[in-house]
């Protein structure tokens, strides 16, 4: 690979690969994107050793790399750094870390499991889940939101649409945060030697466990998700243990993860802009669907994806070569002022929003996306509308992750008449 310093004069990215940059304010970090957007092409990020991968940073130049599966693809891995092959020969490849026939293959398994039965279901169980958690909190008064409220949604709803027995949720809610904790999130030489175990561990357990409820269903199949993946004959095909443990791990790791920031991140917003809030409670259905897709596109819960060349491929004037490392920045790509005017501010009503929070298209849009819009809506709702309303305290507290846009905790209070 060519050094940077022969690409550019100078590293305009070498901000991005510098621990620090990811503990900074989001409005340092949107200025640097911003600074990164303006540059006439991709810019290098140097990641040491002479290494390095290159920004993408425009919202067309990451739908453009998300519809070139082909020129860009996941494998080896979507995430930085990417998964080592022994995770992957122990773990199963993650739908998201594959391309081509194999992930064409495991995605239509998983898309007809998805039956219109399911789904409705599932979407008559979140308003009853988000009905339920307003209840406790109005009863027992908490303080903290992101456990009291935005974890127990998503979790309890896909643990639901799995079928996972009551007794194995608190683990696994425990094996979730276990996982993904530190993902993304610059720590001390200890802290990496000893959390990459743990997290691997918690994984490992929940694949175990998983794996243990699909032997027993494929057995006695019943009426939830796991039954319809072990038990699909998808071109004489279904899950076997390791993909249906990936495919768990992926769905609560990614799939709770990105709700709850979403719906923590939505409640500061709403407190932050009072004046989008009353718009919206004028007529919540009328300014819902607006206002859930403008959460996801401020906060944008997944802040980036990596890709390798796989492809000669010209883009903005610069040529990518195979074994290139590109990412995506779905941060940045989500505030390009050349698809969305004054794009730091919260707007509600912002039509059109082609925002990338759910990916940029192509074969790896998010397979969640309707159900964590059914989720958002359906929890707002209750929250909103309620005769005691809630407010953030304070701002949330972020991991500083260069991965997600976590939240670790979240103060909040009820507003009383």
């Known amino acids: 690979m060519t050094l940077p310093a022969q690409r550019h004069g100078t590293d305009p990215g070498r901000e991005l690969a510098e ?31 002479g290494r390095g991968h290159w920004a993408l940073v425009r919202h067309a130049q990451v ?5 070139l599966p082909k020129v860009f693809a996941s494998a080896p891995g979507v995430t930085t750094p990417e998964p080592a092959r022994w995770v992957r020969a122990l773990f199963g490849d993650s739908m998201v870390n594959l391309d081509g026939p194999d992930h064409a293959q495991l995605r239509k398994i ?12 599932a979407e008559a169980d979140i308003h009853a889940v988000a009905a339920r958690i ?8 908490p303080d903290e939101f992101v456990s009291a409220v935005a974890s127990r949604l998503p979790l309890e709803v896909i643990c639901n649409m799995m079928g996972i027995p009551e007794h194995y949720r608190a683990e696994i809610a425990d094996r979730v945060n276990h996982a993904s904790e530190n993902i993304g999130v610059e720590r001390g030489l200890a802290s990496r030697l000893r959390m990459p175990g743990r997290g691997l561990r918690a994984l490992a357990r929940m694949q175990r466990m998983v794996a243990g409820i699909g032997r027993e269903r494929r057995k006695h ?22 993909q249906l443990g990936a495919f768990f791990s992926l769905l609560m790791v990614a799939g709770v993860e990105t709700t709850r920031n ?18 919206l409670l004028s007529d919540f259905e009328k300014y819902a669907d607006g206002a859930v897709d403008e959460m996801i596109r401020h906060s944008t819960p997944i802040i980036q994806f990596r890709r390798t060349v796989a492809a000669e491929h010209t883009m903005d004037g610069h040529v990518f070569r195979p074994g290139d490392k590109v990412v995506l920045y779905y941060a940045s790509a989500n505030r390009d002022e050349a698809v969305f005017p004054d794009p730091d501010t919260f707007v509600i009503t912002r039509s059109p929003n082609p925002h990338l929070g759910f990916g940029g298209g192509g074969p790896h849009f998010c397979l969640g996306a309707h159900l964590a819009r059914v989720e958002m809506k359906a929890l ?10 809630l407010r953030a305290v304070g701002l949330p507290d972020l991991a500083g992750s260069n991965f997600d846009n976590r939240v670790r905790s979240l103060r909040f209070a009820f507003e009383r008449p």
Request: hydrophobic share 45%.
């Open 134 to 141: 307003v209840d406790d909190v109005l009863a027992d008064q």
């Open 221 to 242: 199949p019943t009426d939830d998700l796991i039954s319809a993946l072990v038990c699909a004959n998808v071109d004489g095909q279904a899950l076997g243990a390791r």
């Open 380 to 389: 707002f709702r209750e929250l909103l509308t309620r005769p005691v309303g």
């Open 63 to 67: 739908q453009e790399a998300s519809r």
């Open 262 to 279: 979403a719906i923590t991140h939505g409640l500061s917003l709403l407190t932050d802009h009072p004046d989008q809030r009353d718009l």
């Open 19 to 49: 621990p620090g940059f990811w503990q900074q304010p989001p409005a340092h970090r949107l200025a640097a994107f911003a600074r990164l957007r303006a540059a006439e092409g991709p810019v290098f990020v140097p990641e040491g050793s």
């Open 110 to 121: 998983v898309q007809r499991a998805f039956t219109p039965r399911l789904l409705a279901a």
